[in-house]
């Protein structure tokens, strides 16, 4: 299996204390997904921030997080979160 089969591609931007990932769920429907790691607080000299994931809501650009679409991917889908990870740190070398 190829690693392109075992996450989905991702389009990104960046913010001053923020970064958004997005991509689109292939199953059953498809469904754009974010994930967005942002600013918290400051703490010990350290910037925490919140990973949150969702299904992406074009008309109020928010996050639904509380919707389980069960789109037949899940495995992908975590695999693609995971694969932002180094991403954000690269970007965000110091945070929490």
Known sequence: MSNQ???????FYKAEKSIKFFFTSKGKQDIVKVIEYSFITRQTNRDIYNLGFGD???????????KNSNNGDAYRVFNTVLNTVP??????????
């Open 56 to 66: 992406y809501d074009m008309n109020s650009n928010e996050i639904v997080d509380h």
């Open 87 to 96: 991403v954000f740190f690269q970007n965000f070398p110091k945070a929490i």
């Open 5 to 11: 089969q075992l996450n989905y591609e991702t389009d």
